[in-house]
């Protein structure tokens, strides 16, 4: 029995695609093997990504995909946009930190969320988050 593993690129604009990136990213994770309740926890990170570029960016994309690194089998999540970038990464990822009166808790929490978790940003060129989470 082969597996296939179908990797997906959702737009993300408003609200709605939100939860079709949370949705694609729970049956890949479930495709690869992942629990429930990791699948929930893979789930949640994409989300809070794809709001973050609902809020600050208003497009741009989410890609989801099977990966391994020869030892593991995992997801790999990539959050791209070209919106107004983070000017100071180091502030944004403190919790607490916010610029939209939120609990400031959306990207340092979505990195404890995954065991990989990368973010570039560039003033005026946009942001992006890679993120991993492998299967134990």
């Avoid at 729970?26 to 609902?54: D, H, M, P, Y």
């Avoid at 690194?69 to 000017?87: H, N, S, T």
């Avoid at 990207?107 to 065991?115: A, E, S, Y």
């Amino acid at each position: 029995m082969v597996t296939v593993f179908v990797e997906s690129t959702v737009p993300i604009e408003r609200e709605a695609d939100i939860v079709t990136a949370r949705q694609k990213g729970r049956e890949l994770a479930a495709a690869v093997g992942f629990s429930g309740t990791e699948q929930t926890v893979i789930a949640l990170a994409i989300s809070e990504i794809a709001r973050n570029i609902v809020s600050y960016a208003r497009r741009g994309k989410v890609f989801i995909s099977p990966t391994n690194d020869g030892r593991r089998r995992g997801v790999l999540v990539i959050a791209e946009d070209e919106g107004p970038g983070i000017p100071d990464i180091e502030l944004a990822m403190r919790d607490g930190y916010s610029t939209a009166r939120s609990f400031g808790v959306g990207l340092p929490g979505t990195k404890r969320l995954m065991d990989e978790f990368q973010l570039e940003s560039a003033v005026g060129r946009g942001t992006t988050v890679r993120m991993t989470k492998w299967l134990r």
